[in-house]
T-cell receptor
Framework: DAGITQSPRHKVTETGTPVTLRCHQTENHRYMYWYRQDPGHGLRLIHYSYGVKDTDKGEVSDGYSVSRSKTEDFLLTLESATSSQTSVYFC?????????????FGPGTRLTVL | AQKVTQAQTEISVVEKEDVTLDCVYE???????LFWYKQPPSGELVFLIRRNSFDEQNEISGRYSWNFQKSTSSFNFTITASQVVDSAVYFCALSEADTGGFKTIFGAGTRLFVKA
C-alpha cells in the first residue's frame, strides 16, 4: 500500500472557522492532489501540486487554498468554512504528471461544517 | 469538454450473478486514458485498471473483465460470479493531458450491493 496518511480523519467544525487538512506521503511522489467526494458527483479535483511550492487550481477551488512546503506534505485550508464544504476529502499522489499514471489515494477525511 | 457518465447509481445482485457496470465518456482528445477504481466500505479508493485510447483490446483479470469500445465511447466493467466482497462503489475515470500535467474526471460512481 502507498504510504499516504491524512489528518484528521474526522472533523466537525462551525461555519466561519478556518480548517486545515493535512496529507502526508512517504513515497516521495512529485504530484499530490486534493479531491472532494460528494453524493452524485464522484470525486472532484480541488487543487493539485506538481512540486514543492508549485500548485494549481482544479475544478472546484473556490473557498480553498493549498500549500506545499515539503515534498511529503500537502495542506488544504478552508479559510472560512461553509456548510457547502461538508464533504469527504481525499488526498492522492502520483509519481508522474503523465495522464496514464494511476493515482494512489489516502484514507479520506470526513469534514462536517455546522 | 470531458465528461464521464455512470448512469447506474446503485445495482443490487445476488451472489454468483454476473454484473456489468456501465461507463460512457466524452472527450475531444485522441489520446486519453480510462480507469476504474474501487471504493470498498473502508473508504479508500483502489486502482483496478487503466486503458489507453489506442488499445481497444478487452482485458480479463480473474473474475473481472473490461470492454472498451471507442465507437460507443464506453468502457464497461463486468464482474463474473459476483461475491459479497465485491460490494463497493466503483468509479470510472477519464484522464488526459492538461497544462501542468493531466486532468482526471471521475464519474459519479456506481454502488454495487452483492447479497449472500
Amino acid at each position: 500500500d502507498a504510504g499516504i496518511t491524512q489528518s484528521p480523519r474526522h472533523k466537525v467544525t462551525e461555519t466561519g472557522t478556518p480548517v486545515t487538512l493535512r496529507c502526508h506521503q512517504t513515497e516521495n511522489h512529485r504530484y499530490m492532489y486534493w479531491y472532494r467526494q460528494d453524493p452524485g458527483h464522484g470525486l472532484r479535483l480541488i487543487h493539485y501540486s506538481y512540486g514543492v511550492k508549485d500548485t494549481d487550481k482544479g475544478e472546484v477551488s473556490d473557498g480553498y487554498s493549498v500549500s506545499r512546503s515539503k515534498t511529503e506534505d500537502f495542506l488544504l485550508t478552508l479559510e472560512s468554512a461553509t456548510s457547502s464544504q461538508t464533504s469527504v476529502y481525499f488526498c492522492a499522489i502520483s509519481d508522474s504528471g503523465q495522464a496514464d499514471n494511476e493515482q494512489f489515494f489516502g484514507p479520506g477525511t470526513r469534514l462536517t461544517v455546522l | 469538454a470531458q465528461k464521464v457518465t455512470q448512469a447506474q447509481t446503485e445495482i443490487s445482485v445476488v451472489e454468483k450473478e454476473d454484473v456489468t457496470l456501465d461507463c460512457v465518456y466524452e472527450t475531444r482528445d485522441t489520446t486519453y486514458y480510462l480507469f476504474w477504481y474501487k471504493q470498498p466500505p473502508s473508504g479508500e479508493l483502489v486502482f483496478l485498471i487503466r486503458r489507453n485510447s489506442f488499445d481497444e483490446q478487452n482485458e480479463i483479470s480473474g473474475r473481472y473483465s473490461w470492454n472498451f469500445q471507442k465507437s460507443t465511447s464506453s468502457f464497461n466493467f463486468t464482474i463474473t460470479a459476483s461475491q459479497v466482497v465485491d460490494s463497493a462503489v466503483y468509479f470510472c475515470a477519464l484522464s488526459e493531458a492538461d497544462t501542468g500535467g493531466f486532468k482526471t474526471i471521475f464519474g459519479a460512481g456506481t454502488r454495487l450491493f452483492v447479497k449472500a
